[in-house]
């Protein structure tokens, strides 16, 4: 089992910039496949950004050239680093990870461990 924990949200103003970040525990030996992913009050849940095993990583288009996924293995830590936000960023995100990895950063599929998410609001 894997338990994930998502920090970092907050509110910033349109331009400005945070860094999130999920918290693995468990059993975290096994190499996993993780991604961000956000959501909307009454909007779908939507991929931003994935992470494999071997490091490749890929972007959804609207968030592309602005986001950066990263993760510190020592730390059982992965980031999303957020740059130039905009009101349309303004979501609940996720974290999520499996054990499953489809290679090339994919986000476009089933997770298996979920965070709790953490809040991310800006202002125009």
């Known amino acids: 089992q894997l338990q994930l924990a998502e920090s970092g949200g907050g509110m910033v103003e349109a331009g400005g910039s945070l860094r999130l970040s999920c918290v693995a525990s468990?059993?975290?030996?096994?190499?996993?496949?993780m991604a961000w992913f956000r959501q909307t009050p009454g909007g779908e849940r939507e991929g931003v950004a994935g992470?494999?095993?071997?490091?490749?990583?890929s972007y959804s288009d609207s968030v592309k050239d602005r986001f950066s996924i990263s993760k510190d293995n020592a730390k059982n830590t992965l980031y999303l680093q957020m740059n130039n936000l905009k009101p349309e960023d303004t979501a609940m995100y996720y974290c999520a990870a499996d054990e499953l990895d489809y290679g090339e950063g994919t986000f476009d599929r089933d997770f298996g461990y979920w965070g709790q998410g953490t809040q991310v609001t800006v202002s125009s």
């Open positions: 468990g059993y975290t030996a096994s190499p996993y496949s």
């Open positions: 992470l494999d095993s071997d490091g490749a990583t």
